[in-house]
């Protein structure tokens, strides 16, 4: 079955400290992997976008990793800000259908 | 570039009324997307277009929903009778290549709450 799951479903944080948020999928075939910044009451933000030989890939302070042999990928947050509070929804390309994960709700508090 | 507009932003409606969201596209994108987002259920895709041309509308739930794209930069959504299981947001969205390839850009969204 073609599923995204997202771990964890929630996070708080404190400002300033760094966070890993986790994406695994059972997608096939694959074409590439996608992070998207959802902040309350607005649309999905492209952050990265990894294809099958891109095993990183970084966006100011957003690293997202790629081990498309375990079908894992993972979104690192450096240095959080309170603008980062948001949802964090990994979404993987399976041809031309794109499979969402359900999102991990980051918090970050001063 | 305005990016993709979406109107309303919120559309509050008694059960058996007629809803129809708006959509424009980022200028010289083939592709337009409806997607709807609950808690529950997370973003589903509704239907597609390319090139104006309905291409997979398997996310349509029922014949309630009714969606085209008269021209490159328009596109409805309509709703009719509404109900109020219909309450979510309704996101569109527009892409240079296929869905699967290229970068999609969201809408703000429009926020439904059916009574």
């Known amino acids: 079955k073609n599923q995204v799951e997202q771990s964890p479903q929630s996070l708080i944080i404190l400002e300033g400290k760094n966070c890993t948020l986790q994406?695994?999928?059972?997608?096939?075939?694959?074409?590439?992997l996608r992070w998207y910044k959802q902040d309350t009451g607005r649309g999905p933000v492209s952050l990265t976008i990894?294809?099958?030989?891109?095993n990183t890939k970084s966006n100011g302070r957003y690293t997202a990793t790629l081990d498309a042999d375990t079908k894992q990928s993972s979104l690192h947050i450096t240095a959080s800000q309170l603008s980062d509070s948001a949802s964090y929804i990994c979404?993987?390309?399976?041809?031309?259908?794109?499979?969402f994960g359900a999102g991990t709700i980051l918090r970050v508090k001063s | 570039d305005a990016g993709v507009i979406q109107s309303p932003r919120h559309e509050v409606t008694e059960m058996g009324q007629e809803v129809t969201l708006r959509c424009k596209p980022i200028?010289?994108?083939?592709?337009l997307f409806w997607y709807r987002q609950t808690m529950m259920r997370g973003l589903e895709l509704l239907i597609y277009?390319?090139?104006?041309?309905?291409i997979d509308d398997s996310g349509m739930p029922e014949d309630r929903f009714s969606a085209k794209m008269p021209n490159a930069s328009f596109s409805t959504l309509k709703i009719q009778p509404s109900e109020p299981r219909d309450s979510a947001v309704y996101f569109c969205?527009?892409?240079?290549w296929g869905g699967g390839t290229g970068e999609l850009f969201f809408g703000e969204g429009s926020r439904l709450t059916v009574l």
């Open positions: 994406c695994n999928y059972t997608v096939s075939p694959f074409s590439n």
């Open positions: 979404v993987v390309s399976r041809g031309n259908k794109l499979v």
């Open positions: 200028s010289g994108h083939d592709y």
């Open positions: 969205a527009s892409s240079f």
């Open positions: 277009f390319n090139n104006n041309v309905p």
């Open positions: 990894m294809t099958f030989s891109e």
